[in-house]
């Protein structure tokens, strides 16, 4: 049903998940990230109220491997769940549980944590082969996560198909500084690679927008400078919303 990769950088120090699936709006119901604690991604058999209790221990400053053990303790569906969870350490941890979905499997890294559920045999080693391939690059972590999300795409993701996709990073703020979902599409990946490019050259605006908005200009007018020959839409007439 599921595929996600959760990662802290090590050059950075943000926090990021990205996650498909075929049900929509993964990215309201997997990833979790508390800013400068840790990220977790809790899938297969979803819990608000499970993945709520995780964060708060990443608050607290639990380890990613007792954030399971605590799961684990109050959890009655403890072997349906899907858990990855990367710490304030950047030690990683995943759990699959035995009642899981077939061919659901979690892979650890430096750093990061794949788990997939439901998906293609290749899937989750490709998307993990996805992210080795750039984590030690200089790209930003949204990006690095996008091509980890794209490798496992390519693999067939879900045999279904793919009708949502979210990509989530946080940096040593409060807020997000990446906060994309694509909540029902029939190439979700695709599209989402779509709004990440649309946005990338925006995450500084934003981000100082958050901070201190003097002498900022509107969002349009910052993409103009840093994006030459791009135009917005209001500059070739407008276009009818309705």
């Keep these: 049903m599921t595929y996600s990769i959760v990662a802290k950088c090590a050059r950075t120090g943000q926090y990021g998940i990205g996650v498909s699936t075929y049900s929509p709006r993964s990215g309201a119901t997997v990833p979790f990230v508390v800013p400068n604690r840790g990220a977790l991604a809790f899938q297969c058999t979803t819990s608000q109220d499970l993945r709520a209790f995780a964060g708060e221990l990443l608050a607290k400053g639990a380890s990613a491997d007792g954030i399971l053990r605590e799961v684990e303790r109050v959890d009655r569906f403890w072997q349906k769940r899907q858990i990855a969870i990367v710490d304030t350490s950047g030690h990683v941890a995943a759990f699959t549980g035995a009642q899981a979905p077939a061919t659901a499997e979690h892979r650890l890294g430096v750093g990061y944590a794949v788990a997939g559920n439901v998906v293609t045999t290749t899937c989750v080693s ?102 030459p020959g791009w135009k917005p839409v209001h500059m070739s007439g407008r276009i009818p919303q309705q």
């Excluded at 080795?132 to 067939?156: F, H, I, Q, W």
């Excluded at 906060?179 to 690679?193: A, Q």
Aim: hydrophobic share 35%; with cysteine.
């Design 126 to 227: 490709d998307t993990t082969e996805g992210f080795e391939a750039v984590r030690n690059s200089d790209l930003p972590l949204a990006e690095k996560l996008m091509r980890a999300l794209e490798a496992g795409a390519r693999s067939g993701g879900q045999e279904e198909g793919l009708t949502s996709a979210a990509l989530l990073v946080y940096d040593r703020y409060s807020f997000p500084i990446v906060d994309l979902r694509v909540d029902v599409h029939p190439t979700p990946v695709i599209e989402l690679r779509r709004i990440w490019e649309f946005y990338q050259p925006l995450t500084d605006y934003y981000t100082r927008r958050n901070i201190d908005p003097s002498n900022l200009g509107r969002w349009w007018q910052y993409r103009m400078e840093v994006c």
